[in-house]
């Protein structure tokens, strides 16, 4: 499992601040259920590979496209952007302190503010008003993933390593998205990178103490240098 290892918090409030901040992040993971359960409550087949992640939350219903559980999904869209942003301010001791920090925190605010406003303005309300919602997030997710990737390569190669990753699979995404393939698919694909990467980036990190934990009980008292006293 991907490890970061946790900045030397100044405080408690610190630590319980990145402790909170993993387990937003976490919740992330949720998504994928609130997607499926609204999905699955369709009374037409609903197709992962042809239908978009927007018709989840359409609030009107058509002979093709009825989602009854839509007010589960556009509140989904609302917590997924409020925990983006959340997560993003309770880490933001992980990029060094000045230009940088704050470019990040204000990318996952824009982010978190487009998500939220996709649960806010379903696409049945007017393409437009949907698309201006959807797309500060649509470009801001891979500019912040490919930042991470740069700017943590020195300090945490693995989880820049993920980021890359993370941000090559939202871009593929992209291209295939724009020539029309499989736009079920290709839209996850764009869309799914980040909040993989956060809840698994949250996870690592909520994990981190226990594995911790876990490392320095495991320790034998013979690597300290000192040999046991006997009565």
Partial sequence: MLTIDTPV?????????????????TLVFAYLLAELVTATAWKTPYSFRHDTISDLGITTCTPNVCSPLHLVMNATF?????????????????????????????????????????GVFPSNDGIVVHGLAVMPAFVSRHIVLILLAIWLWK??????????????????????????????????????????WMAVTGAAIVLAPVRDAVRRRGQSPFTTGNSPSHP
């Avoid at 190669?157 to 499989?182: D, E, K, N």
């Fill in 9 to 25: 918090p100044d405080s408690v409030g610190g630590n319980l601040r990145h402790i909170a901040a993993g387990v937003a992040w």
């Fill in 155 to 196: 300090q945490r190669r693995l989880v820049a390593i993920w980021s890359a990753f993370c941000a090559s699979t939202g871009l593929t995404g992209t291209v295939l998205l724009t020539i029309g393939l499989q736009v079920g698919i290709t839209e996850r694909l764009v869309f799914y990178p980040l909040p993989t």
């Fill in 78 to 118: 609302v917590a997924l952007g409020l925990l983006t942003i959340l997560g993003a301010i309770g880490f933001r001791d992980y990029i060094p302190h000045g230009p940088r920090q704050w470019s990040i925190v204000a990318l996952a605010v824009i982010i978190g503010l487009s998500t939220a406003a996709t």
